[in-house]
C-alpha cells in the first residue's frame, strides 16, 4: 500500500470517529496544529523516524506538538497511530485530515504572508477578495516571515499569488544571468 492511500484512509477514519463524537472541529485544530509542527520542526520528522525511539517516547512527543493538551479523541487517534507503527505516515495524515475536514465544511484555507505586521484593515480586504474568488466559509490566517524582504505571498486552497520583493529579485536575477550566459 503507498503513503497516499494509508495517510488517506486514516484520516477519514479519524474524521468520522470525530464527528460520530462532535469533536471535528477541536481534531481540525489540532491536526492544522500538528501539520504546522511538521512544516516548521523538520526535527519532528527526524525524531519519529528514529528507530531507537520508543512509543511512549513518540507519544509524548506528538502530543507535546499540538501543546501537550490534545483531546480525548486525538490522543486516541494518536495512540492507535503509534501502536499500529503508522506514526510515519503522522503528517500525510495530519494534511489529508484538513483537506477532507474542509471538503465536507465547504471551507476554504486562506493564508497571508508579509514580512511586517498588516493591519485589521489589510486583512479584512484580503478576506473579502479571497471571499469573492472562492465563495464559502473561509478559514484565514496571517503569518510574518521577513524572508519575503516585502510585498506579500497569498495562499487560497492550493494555489499561490507570490507578490513578494524577494521573489521578484530573484526573477530580475535570473533574467540578468540569462542575458549575460547569451553575451558571453
Known amino acids: ?17 470525530a464527528m460520530d463524537q462532535k469533536a471535528e472541529d477541536a481534531v481540525f485544530s489540532e491536526m492544522k496544529h500538528l501539520a504546522s509542527a511538521f512544516a516548521h520542526e523538520p526535527r519532528l520528522r527526524m525524531a519519529l523516524d ?52 474542509c471538503d465536507a465544511k465547504h471551507m476554504n484555507m486562506g493564508r497571508l504572508v508579509t514580512a511586517t505586521p498588516v493591519d485589521d484593515a489589510v486583512k479584512a480586504k484580503m478576506r473579502s477578495l479571497l471571499q ?7 478559514d484565514f490566517e496571517t503569518e510574518v516571515d521577513p524572508g519575503i524582504e516585502g510585498g506579500f505571498v497569498l495562499y ?12 521578484q529579485l530573484n526573477r530580475i536575477k535570473q533574467q540578468f544571468v540569462a542575458e549575460n550566459s547569451k553575451m558571453g
Do not use: C, H, W
Not at 89 to 101: E, F, N, R, T, V
Not at 159 to 164: F, H, N, Q, T, V
Open 50 to 101: 528514529n528507530p531507537t525511539l520508543n512509543a511512549g517516547d513518540k507519544l509524548k512527543l506528538i502530543k507535546a506538538a499540538v501543546g501537550n493538551k490534545g483531546s480525548e479523541e486525538y490522543v486516541k487517534f494518536i495512540e492507535l497511530v503509534v501502536k499500529n507503527k503508522r506514526d510515519m505516515y503522522l503528517q500525510q495524515i495530519a494534511l489529508s485530515y484538513i483537506d477532507l475536514y
Open 132 to 138: 469573492k474568488i472562492k465563495p464559502g466559509t473561509l
Open 1 to 17: 500500500m503507498n503513503e497516499g492511500m494509508i495517510s488517506k484512509r486514516y484520516a477519514k477514519a479519524l474524521l468520522q470517529y
Open 156 to 167: 487560497i486552497d492550493t494555489y499561490r499569488l507570490d507578490a513578494s520583493v524577494k521573489t
